[in-house]
C-alpha cells in the first residue's frame, strides 16, 4: 500500500528569528515510517522539522516547517494513497501576522495575537474515500479516552492511538511509549510500555488488519 505519515511538530514563525513549536522529537513517526517500509508499503513521510533521519532509502521524505506548510503536502498527495497515520503534533494556533524584522524588547508586556490552524486530519478524514484508512494519535491529560474517541468520530478515523503524559517513558521524546488503541468498531487494545520501534509495528500490524 501507499501510505502517508506525518512525523514531528510544527513551527509557527513569529519574526525572523522566533517560531512557537513543541517538544515532539518525530521519533513515533519515524519509527512507524521504517516499520511501515519494513512491512512492504510504499511510505511518503511529511515531516516537521526534527533531528532524524530515516535509515531506509526508499521513504519518500517532504520537509515542511509550519502547519499551513503540512497541510499543503499532506492534502495535495492523499488522493493517490492507500491510507495515512497522522503522528505529527501539529499547531493549534498561529501567529496572525509574522513581523518582517526581529521583534524588539520593549517595556510593555507583549502580546501575540493567534489563529487557529487547519486540522489536517480533519480534513483528510473528510476527503477519505471507500478503501482508504486513516489513523490518528491524541495525546491528552485528562479524561483520554473520552477525549479521543470523540476525536476518532469528529476526524472520521479508523483508529486512535492515545498516549498520556502521565505514563511515564511515554510520548515526547523519549524513545519508549506507552499506547492504548481505540478501533472504530468498538474495540480497546491497551499495550505495555516498549520500545518505540516496537509500538510502531504493533500500529502497522493493525493497520495490515484492518485492510485484510
Ligand atoms: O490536536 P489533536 O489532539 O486534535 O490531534 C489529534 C490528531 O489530529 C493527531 O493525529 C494529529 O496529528 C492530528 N492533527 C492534524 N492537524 C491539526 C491538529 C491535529 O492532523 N491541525
Known amino acids: 500500500m501507499k501510505i502517508l505519515i506525518t512525523a514531528g511538530p510544527t513551527y509557527e514563525r513569529i519574526d525572523p528569528v522566533r517560531f512557537i513549536g513543541n517538544y515532539s522529537s518525530g ?3 519515524f519509527a ?3 516499520a511501515c517500509t519494513a512491512s512492504g508499503h510504499e511510505v511518503t513521510l511529511v515531516s516537521g522539522p526534527v533531528r532524524l533521519e530515516v535509515s531506509h532509502p526508499s ?3 517532504i520537509d515542511v516547517e509550519s502547519a499551513a506548510e503540512m497541510y499543503e503536502a499532506v492534502l495535495s498527495r492523499w488522493p493517490e494513497m492507500d491510507g495515512a497515520v497522522l503522528c505529527a503534533a501539529v499547531a493549534d494556533f498561529t501567529p496572525v501576522n509574522v513581523a518582517a ?3 524588539k524588547r520593549e517595556g510593555d508586556n507583549l502580546i501575540l495575537e493567534l489563529k487557529p ?3 489536517i486530519a480533519a480534513a483528510v478524514g473528510a476527503a477519505k474515500r471507500e478503501g482508504q484508512f486513516l489513523v490518528g494519535f491524541a495525546l491528552e491529560t485528562n479524561d483520554e ?3 479521543a474517541l470523540e476525536k476518532m468520530r469528529r476526524k472520521n478515523l ?4 492515545l498516549n498520556s503524559l502521565k505514563d511515564k517513558g511515554a510520548c515526547f521524546g523519549y524513545d ?3 499506547i492504548t488503541v481505540l478501533m472504530g468498531a468498538g474495540e480497546r487494545i491497551a499495550f505495555p510500555l516498549k520500545p518505540k520501534t516496537e509500538v510502531a509495528r504493533d500500529i502497522v500490524d493493525l493497520i495490515n488488519r484492518i485492510r485484510k
Open 59 to 61: 521513504i519518500r521524505r
Open 101 to 103: 524584522e526581529k521583534i
Open 27 to 29: 521519533k513515533m513517526g
Open 176 to 178: 519508549t511509549n506507552k
Open 117 to 119: 490552524t487547519r486540522d
Open 158 to 161: 479508523d483508529f486512535i492511538v
Open 32 to 34: 512507524i515510517a521504517e
Open 145 to 147: 479516552e473520552a477525549h
